[in-house]
């Protein structure tokens, strides 16, 4: 049996790896309306009512659209620096919008992508202290949108690769117990998206990411033993990725 000491560090090495899946393509939602005038009185509702956006918070919300649109470009152009403050400008305002109307599966998609987007840029710089946070704020609102959107296998993926990520952050402070629900949850996603698309390459990584981290923090037998098996036979047919091949080869050089 494989032992559960000889990875932490090299998953700590991993840790600053954005999350295997790529950004999802969701479109900034348009600015609400300016609310109406009054008209009868709503009937009750069991979801929480959402409030109209004030002038200035409409405002400041196509602010914020335009600057993660900026974001964005200088981030795909190598521009961390300014993508970071692009996005550090635009997330209060699309927070402002969520809190507003919690049920809009538009806004929450925005905001779980503009954080995902910063926490990106923040690794990329080497600005550790501000990645986890970041990843961590995202999670609901990516459940929210996997539990509205079941079938969209790109943002489950997305989901799937910032929970590994906040588990190795975990894990890289010896927090075991912390990281294994994370991991846990990461598992069953990514387990889903290899069962629909069993040759996905990014679903593949993140199913081996998540094994390795779950087999280190799980009471269940035999998740490290999959995970050798599964990254031999992906070093050997060239489908592992930079993140999970150095943590597979110290595995089949301390285990055969």
Do not use: C
């Amino acid at each position: 049996m494989l032992t559960k000491a000889v990875l932490p560090a090299l998953l700590a090495l991993t840790a600053a790896v954005p999350a295997h899946a790529q950004i999802a393509d969701i479109e900034p939602p348009q600015a609400p309306p300016e609310a109406p005038a009054p008209a009868e009185a709503p009937a009750p509702e069991t979801a929480p009512a959402a409030r109209e956006l004030t002038k200035a918070e409409i405002a400041a919300f196509n602010k914020a659209v335009d600057a993660f649109n900026a974001g964005q470009e200088a981030q795909k152009a190598g521009d961390n620096q300014g993508a970071v403050a692009k996005y550090d400008a635009a997330l209060p305002a699309i927070r402002t919008a969520v809190e507003a109307d919690p049920a809009s599966i538009d806004n929450a998609g925005f905001l779980a992508n503009a954080l995902y987007s910063a926490a990106s840029a923040y690794a990329a710089l080497g600005q550790m202290d501000k990645v986890a946070p970041l990843y961590e704020e995202s999670l609901p609102h990516w459940r929210t949108v996997v539990e509205a959107k079941p079938e969209d296998a790109t943002v489950r993926n997305i989901l799937a690769g910032t929970l590994v990520q906040v588990g190795n952050g975990k894990l890289a402070i010896q927090d075991r117990g912390g990281a294994d629900p994370y991991y846990a949850e990461a598992l069953k996603l990514a387990r889903k998206s290899v069962e629909e698309a069993p040759q996905d390459t990014i679903s593949r990584n993140l199913l081996l990411s998540a094994l390795i981290g779950a087999g280190q923090t799980s009471t269940e037998e035999g998740m490290l033993e999959e995970a050798l098996t599964m990254g031999k036979a992906m070093i050997a047919d060239g489908t592992i990725d930079a993140a999970n091949r150095p943590t597979v080869e110290a595995m089949v050089a301390a285990n055969g």
